[in-house]
């Protein structure tokens, strides 16, 4: 507050994107701050504090990861509650791009999170993969030069994939934000998951934008989400 004293407030869990320095996860997590939310952003195995010598992790490596960082975020809910400056009736879940998914998959393991919020993701990771340009092409590269079949790669997708899950979304309190000219998560992504979800209509917001130039678009949506959720603290 003006004073500089802690305040009680709402928490959100940030869950970055793909980028090696988490510019956009590190971006969302100070606009919520900003807007008066408790903000935290999780950094995922391999990536920040967490980044072995080594660095990225091997193909075979990845999925155990993204494994271990869906662990994780449903952890990170019960970590937040406990701190004595969060509201723990609010605790909100956010994700971008590959945080997206994690958040995605998260939420359809855990009820736990009282509103969550997909950005730029959504289901059908075999199918971006195989279709997907940019960050999907260099990990689809990546995946044929390891030598493995294509079953395997479906194998492996399939631990953590949020179509799975999707049915045990809480429809009511889930938001999925999609680029309409998104060529690395295509529509179809997102449609998949809110169609398997059973999202109504208000809860997909359709951005014009593309994968990148909707990143320069979220900003202004962290901010309403923060919005929403201080809103409904006030309300009740």
């Not at 807007?35 to 935290?40: K, P």
């Not at 044929?144 to 009511?172: N, V």
């Not at 398997?196 to 962290?222: F, K």
Request: glycine fraction near 8%; hydrophobic fraction near 40%; include cysteine.
């Amino acid at each position: 507050n003006r004073l500089g004293e802690p305040i009680i407030a709402p928490a959100i869990v940030v869950v970055h994107e793909s980028g090696s320095n988490m510019e956009v996860g590190r971006l969302i997590a100070k606009t919520f701050r900003a807007q008066g939310l408790h903000a935290f952003m999780i950094q995922l195995p391999f990536y920040g504090e967490r980044r072995p010598q080594g660095g990225r992790p091997s193909l075979e490596h990845l999925f155990s990861a993204m494994k271990q960082g869906i662990c994780d975020v449903r952890r990170a809910r019960d970590a937040v509650a406990a701190l004595p400056i969060v509201d723990s009736t609010s605790i909100n879940l956010q994700g971008t791009s590959l945080g997206g998914f994690v958040t995605a998959t998260t939420a359809g393991l855990d009820i736990a999170y009282d509103h969550i919020f997909i950005f730029l993701a959504g289901g059908d990771l075999h199918k971006v993969v195989s279709d997907g340009k940019r960050d999907a092409a260099k990990f689809r590269e990546e995946f044929e030069r390891s030598g493995l079949s294509d079953s395997e790669l479906k194998r492996m997708l399939y631990a953590i994939e949020p179509l799975r899950l999707a049915h045990r979304i809480p429809a009511d309190r889930t938001w999925v934000y999609s680029g309409i000219y998104d060529d690395v998560v295509p529509p179809r992504s997102s449609e998949a998951l809110v169609t398997a979800a059973q999202l109504d209509d208000s809860h997909h917001v359709r951005l014009h934008a593309n994968h990148y130039s909707g990143i320069l678009m979220l900003p202004a949506v962290v901010k309403q989400v923060a919005e929403s959720i201080l809103a409904e603290r006030r309300n009740h």
